[in-house]
């Protein structure tokens, strides 16, 4: 099975709310993008976005130009659906982020934020492609959230097997480009009632 088939799948077989990963309240994401006190009109691209709360929160803050991406087109629907009239401010993106077709031609953005995407790419080359795409389109003095499962927690999501990370690992593939502001270690309770440890990380390019 192709990851998008198994993405998909992932979304269709369950409701949102029943999803390993739902978060109902988006924390920490949403207190570290105000702690940056982004202008109104900034880039801002969610990665692997499924169908997260952060984009509705976003949107209530003022937001103009939301790009959420994800390789699954169920979950994007399932997110346009549940926003209703208020996605005028989005841009929907399908594309696979470890085999980039149209996120190429995204302008440069001022905000990457990923909550759960890094972490399921265990192959250095997917690794490679995630932080070189990262790279080409975050502008200077913008901002990166890496939200990743933490050393010692979740060896598995969805079935799929997952990489640990520390801020140091962060830091050591995002360069000397950028600068680490915030590192929170949080436990994320899922739908389940199962705690999940991850790191949250605030990144500042150079």
């Known amino acids: 099975m192709s990851q998008k088939e198994h993405w998909n799948n992932a979304y269709t077989d369950k409701s949102v709310n ?3 990963w739902f978060q109902q309240n988006p924390e920490p994401s949403m ?3 105000r702690s940056v006190n982004l202008s109104r009109y900034a880039e801002i691209l969610d990665v692997g976005a499924g169908a997260s709360s952060l984009i509705e929160h976003l949107l209530e803050d ?7 991406n994800d390789i699954s087109t169920v979950a994007l629907d399932t997110l346009c659906e549940a926003l209703g009239k ?4 989005v841009e929907w993106m399908p594309d696979d982020i470890v085999a980039p077709t149209v996120l190429k031609e995204l302008p440069l953005i001022d905000l990457w934020h990923d909550r759960a995407v890094l972490h399921f ?5 997917d690794q490679l492609t995630y932080f070189n795409l990262l790279k080409q389109k975050v ?3 913008g901002y990166v959230i890496i939200a990743a499962f933490a050393i010692g927690g979740a060896e598995k999501c969805s079935g799929l097997p997952v990489l640990q990370y520390n801020h140091e690992m962060l830091s050591q593939r995002l360069g000397f480009d ?6 929170i ?11 999940r440890p991850y790191i949250y990380t605030l990144y500042q390019r150079k």
Do not use: H, M, R
């Open 139 to 141: 502008k200077s003095k």
């Open 185 to 195: 270690d949080f436990t994320f309770v899922n739908p389940k009632g199962d705690e």
């Open 178 to 183: 950028f600068e680490l502001k915030e590192a």
């Open 18 to 20: 029943e999803l390993g």
């Open 86 to 89: 208020e996605e005028c401010n």
């Open 62 to 68: 003022g937001f103009q130009n939301i790009t959420v």
């Open 121 to 125: 790419f265990t192959e250095d080359k």
């Open 31 to 33: 207190g570290l993008i």
